[in-house]
């Protein structure tokens, strides 16, 4: 399994393929078409991911001490983003997550390609992970 930094610079890797911004908004809404199906007992309010322009839905799930979660978002972009954390972070114990360096995101280059209000849905959607990667202590 890759590591959480190898995952990153292969989204890094990809999205360097596209010199055009649209090319690179066409590769997060086929990120978002790529997600897994959302069980629809969790979209309610206690999963939603607040900081976010659309609605975002991040649920965690422990499982043989690796977190992962279900995600979704109304509108494609923003599920094309939580669909590549997820990826990012996902099938990983709380205590790798934790110790992560979240500043390594900053090499997707996604401040020159989102609108502002766009990077606070990504900078919630991390922090979500984050909490919960802390609430769980293993």
Do not use: H
Request: proline content about 3%.
């Amino acid at each position: 399994m890759k590591t959480i930094e190898e995952k990153i610079n292969y989204y890094k890797d990809a999205l360097d393929l596209f010199d055009d911004g649209m090319d690179k908004y066409k590769f997060l809404i086929d990120q978002a078409k790529n997600a897994k199906k959302f069980p629809e007992e969790y979209r309610n309010d206690s999963f939603k991911v607040s900081g976010c322009q659309a609605q975002v839905w991040l649920v965690p799930k422990l499982n043989k001490n690796k977190l992962s979660f279900y995600y979704d978002s109304d509108a494609f972009i923003s599920k094309g983003m939580v669909t590549i954390l997820c990826d990012i972070y996902s099938d990983r114990s709380p205590s790798e997550i934790r110790s992560s360096d979240f500043n390594l995101l900053n090499i997707l280059e996604l401040n020159t390609l989102l609108t502002p209000g766009r990077r606070n849905g990504v900078y919630s959607m991390l922090e979500k992970i984050k909490e919960y990667a802390n609430s769980y202590s293993i």
